[in-house]
Each structure stands twice: as C-alpha cells, then as structure tokens.
C-alpha cells in the first residue's frame, strides 16, 4: 500500500476515533449541566415563591407575550407553585427597560392573593456603588407584601413609598415601575395564570378568553 494511501486510511481512522470520543464525552457531561441548571433555576423560584410547594414549578409553565413583562413583547415563562390542588403562587421575569444603563431583569414571586412574596434582581448594567445597590443592600426587601392597593407606587422624590439611592434615582424608580406593571399584570389575568388546561404559549390577550 503506497505510503501517502496508508498516512490518509490513518488520519481518517483517527479522525472517526476523536469524533466518537467527542461525542460520548459531551452525552456524559450533558445530563449533569442540564442537572445544574435545572438546580439553580429552582433555588431561584425557591425564594421568591411562597414556601410550601409540592410541585416542580419549572415543569408547570406557561409561556406568555406581554409588553408590560417584556417591552418587545418576547414570551415570558410564567412559574406556576401549587401544594396539592390548591394554588400558591407564580413567578416569572420583568425587565425594567429604562435603567440608568440598560435593561434591568427582575424575578418577581406573587401569592395567589396577588401579595408580592420577594423578588430578586437577576441582571443589570447600573453604575457600581450607585444603581448596583439594588443587588448590594436590602432594598428589594421593600417589595415583600406589597399588593397594588396597599402601598404608593413611586420612589419618595416622586411621591411615592419606596427609597431612592443617593445620587441614584433613575434605577430604584426604573425596578418600582417595573414591578408595578408585573403586579398589574398579575391581577388581570390571576385566573388564567393558575389554569392547568392553560399551557404551552400565549399571548394575554389569548389568555384572557
């Protein structure tokens, strides 16, 4: 067999070898990645839901368009946490687009009686020792219990209860407002959002009929 015949019957052998070898390595390390992703997703929807769920709430979905959630109107996945047949509460994502320095994505749990449990702020771009005290101090805190009837939405310099930053308004009124309009979300469609024949994508307006 010529040589040149014999070094291409080798690299190509090779070749198949480190293509099976990569293949299997990536089908043993998928399932654990998944695995991990799947745990911090849950200890997320962990502690901004009501406690006491029994449910895998990442497995109770629903996936909604709403530009009160997202300004472009991109689904949005809805967390749905029941105990037995009764309902506990949801939550799902909200991106605050007028940030001082972009979008600021917050994960907010609501009770069935539409009370906000916690929220958690996932993402931002604010000024370090600024707007980024939304996710170095307690303020979110602030949040825990409100309704939409029981508290004046709005930062104080506007006349409403919750506390600016120090030379920082722009992002803590940028997160209440968001808020607000994840809450206001929440109200309007409590029924639907709670619905187990209701999965898969909608729209809220889909939702509502």
Do not use: C
Not at 48 to 56: R, S, T, W, Y
Not at 131 to 148: Q, S
């Amino acid at each position: 067999m010529p040589d040149l015949l014999k070094m291409g019957l080798i690299l190509m052998v090779v070749g198949v070898v480190a293509t099976a070898m990569l293949a299997g390595t990536d089908a043993v390390t998928r399932a654990p990645i998944a695995e991990a992703k799947r745990q911090e997703l849950l200890q997320g929807l962990r502690a901004v839901l009501p406690e006491g769920f029994d449910n895998a709430p990442d497995q109770d979905t629903l996936l909604i368009s709403d530009t009160r959630l997202e300004k472009k109107g991109k689904p949005v996945t809805i967390y749905r946490g029941r105990k037995g047949n009764d309902n506990l509460g949801v939550a799902y994502s909200v991106i605050a687009p007028d940030g001082y320095s972009g979008d600021i994505e917050i994960l907010m749990g609501v009770s069935v009686e539409g009370t906000i449990n916690r929220i958690q702020v996932l993402s931002h771009k604010e000024t370090p020792g600024l707007g980024d005290k939304i996710t170095l101090t307690n303020w979110p805190d602030a949040f825990k219990g409100k309704t939409m009837t029981n508290v004046k939405w709005g930062v104080k310099k506007d006349g409403g209860d919750f506390d600016q930053f120090a030379g920082a308004t722009i992002t803590p009124r940028a997160v209440v407002g968001a808020v607000k309009r994840g809450l206001e979300f929440f109200v309007e469609n409590k029924a639907k959002l709670f619905d187990k024949t209701v999965s898969g994508a909608k729209t809220s307006a889909e939702i509502k009929q």
